[in-house]
């Protein structure tokens, strides 16, 4: 596996892994990874728009976010938005966790 560091200031929002924020299967990611319905945000997996792609942003890739609060650490790209998003990356969360404030954070791949 290629390593390399490239730092990109993205906005972060969560989504839940529901019909109704993702598509009509919700517990399996753009990847093909299971998301475990019990506990989705155990996994550290986010989705990252599509023009992040081409700069190393693919699944499985390692991203360390900072500036997001408790959100901060180290997550994998299992995920692929919507194509109408740019620049943006979404962590995937339990449903009790609530959508707060979006985040202008960094991360490097």
Known sequence: MKSFFMMVSVV??????????TDDTPF????????NKDNPAGHRWIAVSRDL?????????KVCIEN????????TVQDRMN????????FLVNTDMKPYST????CLC
């Open 12 to 21: 972060a929002t969560i989504y839940h892994a529901t019909p109704s924020q």
């Open 28 to 35: 399996i990611t753009a990847s093909n990874k299971v998301i």
């Open 53 to 61: 792609e081409p700069l190393g942003f693919t699944f499985g890739a």
């Open 68 to 75: 997001a609060g408790d959100m901060d650490g180290i997550w």
């Open 83 to 90: 194509k109408r998003w740019t620049k943006r990356i979404d």
């Open 103 to 106: 985040y202008h954070i960094s």
